[in-house]
């Protein structure tokens, strides 16, 4: 299937280091939002949805080790040296199914907006694996997770129709709306770090190198090992210095 | 006097209530937010405080938050000032991650919970900790010394505590050593650098140094040199974790001890390389001990007490802790069950409490159960609902049942009470086991733990007959306790405890009294009349990347995704049919 984008994801998943990347960032991703739909199945009163969630949850997980299994594979593939991907030095944390609060979301806002998260997976993934051809074990990957996927969209959309018959068309609306929404936060997101970016090192370079001079010769006037706590600092607790 | 303590924004968020000087609720945000590690303002665990003790905010006199925010920010700035101009990207991102929401700590405190400006306190970090590890500690006078990555400037303290019963409490902190000389950041940095997550993988990296020898060792005490008045310091040139936020270690660094090992590679220990990266980790290890033991053996000189308290996060590390009780002259060392971050929020409840107010000293619950309760009804129901069976037995038909289970080699999925705070599994959230077969110990690694093959599991053992099977020194069941200590296995047993002896022979064993845990001490009992031996495995009721469990929800779902075979919440027992690798699957067929 060739679409608008073709050309374009012929050129991201061309070069192995990107695509191992690419693959690597899919596994968190998809753990990610294992661990989201786990919460989902702990948090929803409707037992056909736990079970539904579970086995999601558990096809997630399934996801996330075969895309990091081809993502190692592929890097270390590399020629030695060229990885330029470092250790972990990253704090844990990072968030799954596109920043979602479980919790806050009812089951039909919930389902709505799985239906649409899996839609547009399934359509990714199709692109990926047309312009995959030369290299089969990673489309491969791509076809075993787009299985899924077709399922996952099916049964979302099923449930919707099943705890809200009157409103599954309006709630996948909303979820609509609300992706676009959060789509188009991450950029104002993006663009503001960007703009802040730029002012901090402004100021870095402008205005911090008498200061940092100043820094490095109070950090020169250091003595190594112990010092001593002044007796004032275990004093009172208004204070926030 | 009703106080609540917070910790946030650098990992493990909590908050902890105290009323009248007495803990009523404790809980880490994550167990909450089920996001592991969650260092988010604990508004979660905040209200199932309040909630916990029927209490409004307004109805607070005090929140004390666990450090001082613009201290730490000066510490911050100052770091990226000293490293100009190489430290831009640390600046930038420092700067947007501080001024973000980390400095107006005041503000968020009053605006979440609507209590006045006067009522938000602030301890500095280190004095939460030391204060988290003396006053919940059964002792009247110690030592205290604590060690952590970093908290505003300082990164190791020591000073003393005193307790008059009903009367004044004093923590004193005399010395400290300041960034960025850090024993917390040279663990993590070769955590980083054997490629494990940092703030998450410490444990592995002391895991595989057992099966090292140090023969880095002259290479690491290149990297940490110590100071003529018995501290040390790091040299700068080997690391960069003050001016990058990519990287803890320098070129330099790679030169001293080879390529770093890449996340995804997994370390076989037959290999020469995988063996380098063993013989690293038992060379920071040693260092790390020999640092520790020589500052507690010299702060025992000092101060002349019998007891050290120890607080930070590096009191996790159970193999120093075993040597510093063994080598530095206290008699009885003291580590509280969350000796980190989230224990903070308990500590600076505590003195504020104790010291800022000034109230009368009480001693303090001598056990970790300060969270949510785990309700067996909401088992049976969840369980009816999937079509489970569910049985519902008094006490004692449980444990004999329980306890058949185990002898059976079934792994249990253990709910009991109300949930820890801290790390570490000490018997309300846990997964027990045989701990008599290796397949039982790789079985709980291949199908529900999923973790490396070189991380021991931890024995749980009645305090009473502890010495039968484990070689602990005079105050090891004390340490032992709160699983804060690794002893070796004694070598008539090793071969029978083999789920739970690390190949060094060693084990990170607790030492059960019947008086924390009735009923897991029961079961314990219960095994042992069944199989002669009355230790259990006992390891934290969770999945990789996880949280611990918290409520039934949670470990219903975890039994439902991985190879535990017979969950249990208080007097409700649900099991698989069959013995499968994921439940779920099965059951749903």
């Given at each position: 299937?060739?679409?608008l984008?073709?050309?374009?994801?012929?050129?991201?998943?061309?070069?192995?280091?990107?695509?191992?990347?690419?693959?690597?960032?899919?596994?968190?991703?998809?753990?990610?939002?294992?661990?989201?739909?786990?919460?989902?199945?702990?948090?929803?009163g409707?037992?056909?949805?736990?079970?539904?969630?579970?086995?999601h949850a558990?096809d997630?997980?399934?996801h996330?080790?075969?895309?990091?299994?081809?993502?190692?594979?592929?890097?270390?593939?590399?020629?030695?040296?060229?990885?330029?991907?470092?250790?972990?030095?990253?704090a844990?944390?990072e968030?799954?199914?596109?920043d979602?609060?479980?919790?806050?979301?009812?089951?039909?806002?919930?389902?709505?907006?799985?239906?649409?998260?899996?839609?547009?997976?399934?359509?990714?993934?199709?692109?990926y694996?047309?312009?995959?051809?030369?290299?089969?074990?990673?489309?491969?990957?791509f076809?075993?997770?787009?299985h899924?996927?077709?399922?996952?969209m099916?049964?979302?959309?099923?449930q919707?129709?099943r705890?809200?018959?009157?409103?599954?068309?309006?709630?996948?609306?909303?979820?609509?709306?609300?992706r676009?929404?959060?789509?188009?936060l991450r950029?104002?997101?993006a663009?503001?770090?960007?703009?802040?970016?730029v002012?901090?090192?402004?100021q870095?370079?402008?205005?911090?190198?008498?200061f940092?001079?100043?820094?490095?010769?109070?950090?020169?006037a250091?003595p190594?090992?112990?010092?001593?706590?002044a007796?004032?600092?275990?004093?009172?607790?208004?204070?926030?210095? | 006097?009703?106080?609540?303590?917070?910790?946030?924004?650098?990992?493990?968020?909590?908050?902890?209530?105290l009323?009248?000087?007495?803990?009523?609720?404790?809980?880490?945000?994550?167990?909450?937010?089920?996001?592991?590690?969650?260092?988010?303002?604990?508004?979660?665990?905040?209200?199932?405080?309040?909630?916990s003790?029927?209490?409004?905010?307004?109805?607070?006199?005090?929140v004390?938050?666990?450090?001082?925010?613009m201290?730490?920010f000066?510490?911050?700035?100052?770091?990226?000032?000293?490293?100009?101009?190489?430290?831009?990207?640390?600046?930038?991102?420092?700067?947007?991650?501080?001024?973000?929401?980390k400095?107006?700590?005041?503000?968020?405190?009053?605006?979440?919970?609507?209590?006045?400006?006067?009522?938000?306190?602030?301890?500095?970090?280190?004095?939460?900790?030391?204060?988290?590890?003396?006053?919940?500690a059964?002792?009247?006078?110690?030592?205290?010394?604590?060690?952590?990555?970093?908290?505003?400037?300082?990164?190791?303290?020591?000073g003393r505590?005193?307790?008059?019963?009903?009367?004044?409490?004093?923590?004193?902190?005399?010395?400290?050593?300041?960034?960025?000389?850090?024993?917390g950041?040279?663990?993590?940095?070769?955590t980083?650098?054997?490629?494990?997550?940092?703030?998450?993988?410490?444990?592995?990296?002391?895991?595989?140094?057992?099966?090292?020898?140090?023969?880095?060792?002259?290479?690491v005490?290149?990297?940490i040199?110590?100071?003529?008045?018995?501290?040390?310091?790091?040299?700068?040139?080997?690391?960069?974790?003050?001016?990058?936020?990519?990287?803890?270690?320098?070129?330099?660094?790679?030169?001293?001890?080879?390529?770093?090992?890449?996340?995804?590679?997994?370390?076989?220990l037959?290999?020469?390389?995988?063996?380098?990266?063993?013989?690293i980790?038992?060379?920071?290890?040693?260092?790390?001990?020999?640092?520790?033991?020589?500052?507690?053996?010299a702060?025992?000189?000092?101060?002349?007490?019998?007891d050290?308290?120890?607080?930070?996060?590096?009191?996790?590390?159970?193999?120093?802790?075993?040597?510093?009780?063994?080598e530095?002259?206290?008699?009885?060392?003291?580590?509280?069950?969350?000796?980190?971050?989230?224990?903070?929020?308990?500590?600076?409840?505590?003195?504020?409490?104790?010291?800022?107010?000034?109230?009368?000293?009480?001693?303090f619950?001598?056990?970790?159960?300060?969270?949510?309760?785990?309700e067996?009804?909401?088992?049976?129901?969840?369980?009816?609902?999937?079509?489970?069976?569910v049985?519902?037995?008094?006490?004692?038909?449980?444990?004999?049942?329980?306890?058949e289970?185990?002898?059976?080699?079934?792994?249990?999925?253990?709910?009991?009470?109300?949930?820890e705070?801290g790390?570490?599994?000490l018997?309300?959230?846990?997964?027990?086991?045989?701990?008599?077969?290796?397949?039982t110990?790789d079985?709980?690694?291949?199908?529900?733990?999923y973790?490396?093959?070189?991380?021991?599991?931890?024995?749980?053992?009645?305090?009473?007959?502890?010495?039968?099977?484990?070689?602990?020194?005079?105050?090891?069941?004390?340490l032992?306790?709160?699983?804060s200590?690794?002893f070796p296995v004694?070598?008539?047993?090793?071969?029978?405890l083999?789920?739970?002896?690390h190949?060094?022979?060693?084990?990170?064993?607790?030492?059960?009294?019947?008086?924390?845990?009735?009923?897991?001490?029961?079961l314990?009992?219960?095994?042992?009349?069944?199989?002669g031996?009355?230790?259990?495995?006992n390891?934290?009721?969770?999945?990789?990347?996880?949280?611990?469990?918290?409520?039934?929800?949670?470990?219903?779902?975890?039994?439902?995704?991985?190879?535990?075979?017979?969950?249990?919440?208080?007097?409700?027992?649900?099991?698989?049919?069959?013995?499968?690798?994921v439940?779920?699957?099965?059951?749903?067929a």
């Amino acid at each position: 299937m060739r679409s608008l984008f073709t050309p374009l994801h012929w050129l991201v998943w061309r070069d192995p280091k990107r695509r191992a990347e690419n693959l690597l960032r899919f596994a968190e991703v998809e753990a990610d939002g294992g661990r989201d739909l786990v919460r989902a199945a702990e948090v929803t009163g409707d037992p056909v949805l736990r079970r539904l969630f579970l086995k999601h949850a558990l096809d997630e997980q399934r996801h996330a080790d075969l895309f990091r299994g081809r993502g190692e594979a592929l890097i270390r593939a590399l020629p030695s040296g060229s990885s330029g991907i470092q250790a972990n030095w990253m704090a844990p944390g990072e968030r799954g199914l596109d920043d979602l609060q479980v919790e806050a979301e009812g089951d039909e806002a919930l389902l709505a907006f799985l239906h649409l998260s899996e839609k547009a997976a399934a359509k990714d993934f199709t692109n990926y694996v047309a312009v995959l051809g030369d290299d089969p074990p990673t489309r491969d990957v791509f076809k075993k997770v787009l299985h899924d996927e077709t399922f996952h969209m099916t049964y979302t959309r099923a449930q919707l129709q099943r705890v809200a018959p009157q409103r599954a068309g309006r709630r996948v609306w909303v979820a609509r709306l609300r992706r676009f929404w959060k789509a188009y936060l991450r950029l104002a997101a993006a663009l503001a770090g960007l703009v802040g970016g730029v002012v901090l090192t402004l100021q870095y370079f402008l205005i911090l190198p008498v200061f940092a001079l100043a820094a490095r010769r109070a950090a020169k006037a250091e003595p190594p090992g112990f010092s001593s706590v002044a007796p004032e600092r275990n004093g009172p607790l208004t204070g926030q210095y | 006097m009703k106080i609540l303590g917070i910790s946030a924004h650098y990992h493990d968020s909590a908050a902890a209530l105290l009323i009248d000087g007495l803990p009523v609720a404790a809980v880490q945000e994550e167990r909450m937010s089920r996001r592991k590690n969650d260092a988010a303002f604990p508004l979660a665990a905040i209200e199932w405080c309040l909630d916990s003790a029927g209490l409004e905010p307004e109805d607070l006199d005090a929140v004390v938050f666990y450090e001082r925010p613009m201290l730490k920010f000066e510490r911050i700035l100052t770091t990226a000032l000293r490293s100009f101009p190489v430290g831009r990207k640390a600046f930038v991102h420092a700067m947007r991650n501080s001024l973000g929401e980390k400095v107006w700590v005041r503000g968020i405190i009053q605006a979440q919970l609507g209590v006045s400006r006067r009522k938000v306190l602030f301890t500095e970090h280190h004095q939460s900790h030391a204060a988290a590890a003396f006053l919940t500690a059964p002792t009247k006078e110690a030592a205290v010394l604590t060690t952590d990555g970093v908290g505003e400037w300082a990164t190791l303290t020591v000073g003393r505590g005193r307790r008059t019963p009903g009367g004044a409490t004093s923590i004193e902190l005399l010395r400290e050593v300041r960034w960025p000389h850090s024993l917390g950041m040279l663990y993590s940095t070769f955590t980083a650098f054997l490629g494990f997550a940092v703030n998450e993988g410490e444990y592995k990296v002391m895991g595989l140094a057992a099966y090292g020898t140090p023969r880095f060792a002259d290479a690491v005490r290149k990297v940490i040199r110590r100071t003529a008045d018995g501290a040390f310091s790091l040299e700068l040139g080997y690391f960069e974790f003050h001016t990058s936020v990519a990287r803890s270690f320098s070129q330099a660094f790679v030169d001293l001890f080879g390529p770093p090992r890449a996340s995804w590679d997994p370390i076989d220990l037959a290999t020469d390389e995988g063996r380098r990266f063993a013989d690293i980790a038992a060379s920071v290890q040693l260092v790390l001990e020999e640092i520790l033991v020589d500052m507690t053996r010299a702060l025992q000189r000092e101060t002349g007490l019998r007891d050290l308290c120890m607080g930070g996060g590096v009191a996790l590390n159970g193999v120093a802790n075993a040597r510093i009780l063994a080598e530095s002259g206290f008699e009885r060392l003291f580590v509280p069950p969350a000796p980190g971050d989230a224990g903070c929020a308990l500590g600076a409840a505590l003195y504020a409490d104790r010291v800022h107010f000034g109230n009368p000293d009480r001693d303090f619950p001598d056990h970790p159960f300060w969270g949510p309760m785990a309700e067996p009804a909401e088992l049976a129901r969840i369980a009816r609902e999937d079509g489970l069976a569910v049985e519902t037995l008094d006490d004692a038909a449980l444990i004999a049942r329980t306890a058949e289970d185990l002898a059976a080699d079934r792994i249990v999925g253990w709910m009991d009470g109300a949930c820890e705070l801290g790390p570490r599994a000490l018997g309300a959230r846990s997964i027990l086991a045989a701990p008599l077969s290796a397949q039982t110990r790789d079985r709980l690694n291949r199908d529900i733990k999923y973790r490396e093959e070189f991380r021991p599991f931890a024995p749980v053992v009645p305090a009473e007959l502890a010495e039968r099977f484990f070689v602990l020194p005079p105050g090891g069941v004390r340490l032992a306790r709160f699983m804060s200590g690794v002893f070796p296995v004694r070598p008539e047993w090793r071969a029978r405890l083999a789920a739970v002896t690390h190949v060094d022979g060693t084990a990170r064993v607790q030492a059960l009294e019947r008086s924390m845990a009735p009923r897991l001490h029961e079961l314990i009992t219960a095994y042992g009349k069944l199989t002669g031996v009355p230790v259990l495995l006992n390891t934290s009721f969770n999945l990789a990347g996880e949280p611990i469990v918290n409520r039934v929800a949670e470990g219903y779902s975890t039994f439902r995704r991985s190879g535990i075979d017979v969950l249990v919440a208080g007097g409700a027992r649900i099991a698989k049919r069959t013995r499968a690798k994921v439940g779920f699957e099965e059951e749903i067929a």
